[in-house]
């Protein structure tokens, strides 16, 4: 889940928050404050490239988190003020439903609260989408990058040298 959007300043950030999400192993995301073409963007790229990823646009990030924890789920918040990513893996691997939560602007102070680990990918400021994806690569692994998403129309077939792409239509 992503708080916040800054507007017109992040329109390309946001889609690419959704698109890491989608592209290294999540299966959802929630975003706050943004509009449908974020939405249809990622929308054209699961018709295009296959999978299963959803994208909801949600009004407040809290009832998210607090029905998430409800239902069993464990939050874990990217910042730069918590705890070494590593440090985390090691419990965090073993949790069923990991709610991600990433900030775009300033988080609220009760983000920090709610999750039951902060992590830091590094403790220097930088980009969510970063530490998105550092995230997924070390909570799966590294073998997200390998996942299979089926059902679309293209698929690329990896080379050496220019683009196979193989048509499914
Ligand atoms: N100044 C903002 C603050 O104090 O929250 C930082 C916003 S930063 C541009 C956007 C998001 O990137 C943060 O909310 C956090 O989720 C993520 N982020 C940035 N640096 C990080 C780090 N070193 N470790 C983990 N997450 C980080």
Redesign the pocket.
Known sequence: MRIGHRLVRDDRVTTHAALVARAFGAEKIYMTGIDQSVAKTVYDIGKRWGGEFELEIVEDWKPVAKNWKRSGGTIAH???Y?VRVDTAMKSLRKKNDVLVV??????PREAYELADYN??????????IA?LAIFLDRIFRGKQIAKEFSGGRLKIVPSEKGKVVQDNT
């Open positions: 990217l910042t730069m918590g990433v900030g775009s602007e300033k988080v992590i830091s990918v590094g403790n220097q400021p930088h980009s969510e530490a």
